[in-house]
């Protein structure tokens, strides 16, 4: 049976926010299945939808930074996910930006973190990949989120991307490429036109020659490309025509923000980092919509942002998203979110 949310929230919200972060992964990583896993498993809502030429078991699914080595695939997958997107590693492992860096600002469902691509390198990221099993055998996608080296200077970012691409390529149902991420330095100046456009087309290039390579070419990994809130309606339609120029699969819209209009005067406001949870919630779905505009109905968009409730999640599909992600709202609601908006979304996009 599962365990109400509210007597696990109260200790670990009781804690330091990376410390219940740690803890609450190294619990997950231990007993993922095992018969202590019906603590927080529930059925996964049947929903079938293919996007990018993947077929999703549902449209929920977990974004990236939450696991960023790949430990829990199969815990967290036990919640109810359609797909699960870890990382983002590097090439090589870092230990990211000084401590405290990550804080909760409950009175706005948000957090704000600082944390830098923490992570323990592509090698041990790939060992927790393929030790993942009962998540995948029961049809859940995986995605795979690359990023750069702190120590990497940004002029040979693609480097980083490229070594990261080759790693994961085999082990991965679909790649994203995280350019928005605003804590570490830089990086954000690869989603300009110029920037983006070399990055994209060298890393298509790479993989396109990874998929003709394999032995079962008829496998395809789409890869997606992750932007930020923090973008105006004319760089939002520079990057849609980057991405049809390099035939990038599609676009995760979004990432966390720099902006604290939302937050103004509440404890940790000011710190610096990516702001996350409720307070993103427009800005994300305004990036969609635009996104939407320039790309057509076609085109693969990923929602994220913001999401806290079953309607939040149908609000990004009305944005134009074909699947969500969540991440700070399983932090303040847990496992029964998943359920709440995979019921949400299913059925015809724009259905009431």
Avoid at 73 to 100: C, H, R, S, W
Wanted: glycine fraction near 10%.
């Amino acid at each position: 049976m599962i365990l109400p949310y509210a007597l696990p929230r109260a200790v670990l919200f009781g804690m330091d926010a990376e410390r219940a972060h740690e803890l609450t992964l190294g619990t997950l990583a231990r007993l993922q299945n095992t018969p202590a896993q019906c603590l927080w498993a529930q059925a996964r809502v049947a929903d079938p939808v293919t996007v990018a030429g993947l077929r999703f078991p549902n449209r929920i699914g977990l974004a990236a930074g939450l696991d960023k080595n790949g430990r829990c695939i199969d815990g967290l997958g036990a919640m109810g996910f359609g797909f699960i997107e870890v990382g983002t590693v590097t090439p090589k492992g870092q230990p990211g930006n000084p401590q405290p860096r990550m804080f909760r600002l409950p009175q706005a469902e948000a957090l704000i973190n600082r944390l830098g691509f923490n992570n323990e390198g592509l090698d041990a990221f790939i060992r927790n990949v393929r030790q993942a099993h009962s998540f995948r055998a029961a049809g859940g996608v995986l995605g795979l989120n690359i990023g750069k080296n702190a120590s990497t200077p940004i002029e040979r970012a693609a480097d980083d991307y490229l070594a990261c691409l080759e790693g994961v390529f085999a082990h991965a149902d679909y790649v994203t490429v995280n350019i928005s991420s605003p804590n570490t330095q830089n990086l954000r100046s690869l989603q300009s036109d110029e920037a983006l456009d070399a990055l994209l087309s060298v890393l298509q290039e790479r993989k396109q020659a990874l998929e003709a390579a394999q032995a079962d070419r008829s496998r395809k990994v789409p890869m997606f490309v992750k932007i930020a809130p923090d973008l105006d309606d004319t760089q939002v339609r520079l990057i849609a025509g980057t991405l049809r120029r390099t035939g990038v699969d599609g676009v995760i819209a979004t990432n966390t923000t720099i902006a604290r209009d939302a937050v103004q005067g509440l404890p940790h406001a000011q710190e610096t980092g990516g702001l996350s949870g409720r307070p993103v919630f427009e800005a994300s779905n305004r990036v969609i919509a635009a996104l939407r505009a320039e790309l057509g109905s076609g085109y693969p968009i990923i929602g994220a942002g913001g999401v806290m409730s079953g309607a939040d999640a149908r609000a990004k599909l009305a944005a134009g998203a074909d699947l969500v992600q969540v991440y700070t709202g399983l932090i303040y609601r847990g496992p029964a979110l998943v359920r709440e908006a995979a019921l949400a979304m299913r059925g015809p996009i724009g259905a009431a």
